[in-house]
């Protein structure tokens, strides 16, 4: 892991209004993360885990307070340029796969570089297979979706999310539908990523199996952050 802040927030809070008051979601969550680091988001369920990683990847606003993505202030962006900034710099993996069911591994993986103003240096194709392989899916090209196992659906969804080489992959649960032998294996497929792409990646997830994995956990709780814990290996 290097030193270069790849996500920072800076006094970042998001309310809403709710029956003529403002519920408080997140109050000033300031953090730093690196690049290649791997981040756990923890914390009890309704503490803002995944409003903030919505706000991280330009899905949802902040109230106040800045993120900064890879040097570029996201919410001074038009809705134009976040868009732009969101197909090449960010990765997401849902909980829930969210393939297109009706397309196989390889063409769930093309769909994201056919939107993309990203002139890749190798052939589409060639690369979806790349990313498919380094998974352990070499084999699961042209399987659909009912074709694969939970476990493989989520290692698919994690290669289209890196299909147009991101700086950040961000991951709502990703292991939150699995078994603990896929559940390994999506992990596994993680590590396998940071190692070969120097991708930060950052899980949002209950599960402290995935959580005490990671290089750092940020544990946040009723909207705060209450601590930042650095894992220590062995």
């Given at each position: ?22 519920l408080e979601i ?6 730093e ?10 914390g ?29 202030d996201?919410t001074t ?18 909980q ?19 939107f ?11 690369r ?15 399987h659909?979706?009912?074709?694969l ?16 080489n991101?700086?950040i992959?961000?991951c709502?649960?990703p292991t ?20 070969k ?17 990671m ?19 062995g």
């Amino acid at each position: 892991m290097n030193n270069d802040i790849v996500i920072q927030t800076i006094h970042l809070s998001k309310s809403l209004p709710i029956g003529g008051i403002q519920l408080e979601i997140l109050h000033d969550i300031s953090l730093e993360i690196y690049r290649s680091e791997m981040v756990a988001i923890v914390g009890p369920s309704g503490s803002g885990k995944s409003t903030l990683m919505g706000i991280i990847g330009g899905l949802d606003s902040a109230t106040s307070g800045q993120v900064i993505i890879d040097g570029i202030d996201i919410t001074t962006l038009n809705e134009r340029k976040l868009t732009r900034l969101r197909n090449e710099k960010i990765g997401f993996v849902f909980q829930n796969y969210n393939l297109v069911p009706t397309l196989d591994a390889l063409e769930n993986v093309l769909l994201p570089m056919q939107f993309s103003r990203k002139r890749p240096n190798k052939n589409q194709e060639e690369r979806a297979q790349e990313l498919l392989d380094m998974l352990g899916l070499g084999a699961r090209l042209h399987h659909t979706y009912k074709q694969l196992s939970g476990g493989e659906q989520q290692r698919v969804a994690i290669a289209r999310a890196l299909a147009n080489n991101p700086t950040i992959l961000l991951c709502d649960e990703p292991t939150g539908n699995l078994d603990k032998a896929s559940a390994t294996l999506v992990i596994e497929a993680l590590f396998e990523v940071r190692e070969k792409t120097d991708t930060t990646v950052v899980v949002v997830t209950h599960s402290q199996f995935l959580a005490q994995m990671m290089d750092r956990q940020i544990e946040i709780v009723d909207g705060r952050i209450q601590e930042s814990i650095l894992i220590e290996e062995g």
